[in-house]
T-cell receptor
Framework: EAEVAQSPRYKITEKSQAVAFWCDPI?????LYWYRQILGQGPELLVQ????????DSQLPKDRFSAERLKGVDSTLKIQPAELGDSAMYLC????????????FGPGTRLTVT | AQRVTQPEKLLSVFKGAPVELKCNYS??????LFWYVQYSRQRLQLLLRHISRESIKGFTADLNKGETSFHLKKPFAQEEDSAMYYC???????????FGKGTSLLVTP
């Protein structure tokens, strides 16, 4: 069964360093989401793509975060520079246009900023 | 403002007992609500959607617009129901979700 892939699964970085996360959605899924989940909270949307276009990035801290999905397939989320408060789980999800409401989540990347 | 509230952080019930996980929302438009579940060491996945009005794994949820609630219910809890449950509200036509903080359900024998 096809699944959303994310890498790395764990990342430890020092404050002020750059960090990048990668997501490969399920083949054929046009919509891709990046969520951030702080411990004890629910996931919060950072950015949503429809194919290669950004649909919603209103909650993305654009001074340090960037996201791209150049060919409308896989996506990269970058943080530069990382801050202590960025420590969280970063989740990627994708959905198919015909069943847009059902999001399939990846395993997440656990980021620890020291 | 759009907000989803799950008042219980942890809910513990005995096997065979009824269970109700509470969810309240605030949204000025016509809401579309979901329950997502995360079992231990598994990914977050959709459990049910209010529009479908289905029963999934014995769970049901009814949207009550008057009380702005979407509580998840099951008449007889099973040990395998132990998981983290998130209520979520659709916030745009693209189905980006606004999640609650989640309720951890523990079903004990």
């Amino acid at each position: 069964e096809a699944e959303v892939a994310q890498s790395p699964r764990y990342k430890i970085t020092e404050k002020s360093q750059a960090v990048a996360f990668w997501c490969d959605p399920i083949s054929g899924h046009a919509t891709l989401y990046w969520y951030r989940q702080i411990l004890g909270q629910g996931p919060e949307l950072l950015v949503q793509f429809q194919d290669e276009s950004v649909v919603d990035d209103s909650q993305l801290p654009k001074d340090r975060f960037s996201a791209e999905r150049l060919k409308g397939v896989d996506s990269t989320l970058k943080i530069q520079p990382a801050e202590l408060g960025d420590s969280a789980m970063y989740l990627c999800a994708s959905s198919h246009s015909s069943v847009a409401y059902e999001q399939y989540f990846g395993p997440g990347t656990r980021l620890t900023v020291t | 403002a759009q907000r989803v509230t799950q008042p219980e952080k942890l809910l513990s019930v005995f096997k065979g007992a009824p269970v109700e996980l509470k969810c309240n929302y605030s949204y000025s438009g016509s809401p579309e609500l979901f329950w997502y579940v995360q079992y231990s060491r598994q990914r977050l996945q959709l459990l049910l959607r209010h529009i479908s009005r289905e029963s999934i794994k014995g769970f049901t949820a009814d949207l009550n617009k008057g009380e702005t609630s979407f509580h998840l219910k099951k008449p007889f809890a099973q040990e395998e129901d132990s998981a983290m449950y998130y209520c979520a509200l659709n916030t745009n036509s693209g189905y980006a979700l606004n999640f609650g903080k989640g309720t951890s359900l523990l079903v004990t024998p």
